[in-house]
């Protein structure tokens, strides 16, 4: 199947600080890609859709300029937390749509954000 | 609007055990409907799916089954191992749509 990977697996930042997520797809060129936060034993919330080339679409509640994204290229979409606070600690996960008309997901082996 | 419902866990069984996750979904037609795992500390990875009703998807021994009359899409195994401890989401997806809309999870432990 497809590849998708996530970098950093895990990073611990301070408060304050920036903090820069990759989401590459590997083996195929992906237009679209979502990033999803995951809190601990709940399920996926989808956080915004990377278009590349033009600007995400950011769900209801998702403060855009808090959590930054960019989608330069047709492989690679970077989700940037901005001035991070401990309440951004979170499992950051990505996906992209691959398959005729984009039926299938696969996913990033997520990124485990701690802010100190 | 459409959601997908998922069994409370967590689900702890022995080895060897027979194994039904339940899930059902509310929508209007009929979209593909997946099944994901997630073992610790990694993300999602897609177990099977189904994209129509009666089908039946299958992988590493878990089967589940389209049903549109009951909007289900249960999944089992016939024996479970402990490496199959994991969490386990129902998500469905429309075709025209990029959007997936998943379930809560289900945090399966399996006891040696």
């Known amino acids: 199947g497809a590849v998708v990977s996530q970098h950093p697996s895990r990073v611990i930042c301070k408060s304050g600080t920036s903090v820069k997520i990759e989401c590459r797809s590997l083996d195929f060129q992906a237009t679209t890609m979502f990033w999803y936060r995951q809190f601990p034993k709940k399920s996926l919330m989808l956080m915004a859709t990377s278009n590349e080339g033009s600007k995400a679409t950011y769900e209801q509640g998702v403060e855009k300029d808090k959590f930054l994204i960019n989608h330069a290229s047709l492989t690679l979409s970077t989700l940037t937390v901005t001035s991070a606070h401990p309440e951004d600690s979170s499992f950051y996960i990505c996906s992209a749509l691959v398959g005729q008309a984009n039926t299938e997901a696969f996913f990033g082996q997520g990124t485990r954000l701690t802010v100190v | 609007g459409d959601s997908v419902t998922q069994m409370e866990g967590p689900v702890t069984l022995s080895e060897e055990a027979f194994l039904t996750i339940n899930c059902t979904y509310t929508a209007t037609g009929y979209p593909s409907l997946f099944w994901y795992v997630q073992y610790p500390g990694e993300g999602l990875q897609l177990l099977l799916k189904a994209t129509k009703a009666d089908d039946k998807g299958s992988n590493k021994g878990f089967e589940a089954t389209y049903r549109k009359e009951t909007t289900s899409f249960h999944l089992e195994k016939g024996s479970v191992q402990v490496s199959d401890s994991a969490v386990y989401f129902c998500?469905?997806?429309?075709?025209?749509?990029?959007?997936?809309?998943f379930g809560s999870g289900t945090r399966l432990s399996i006891r040696p």
């Open positions: 998500a469905l997806k429309w075709r025209s749509a990029s959007k997936i809309i």
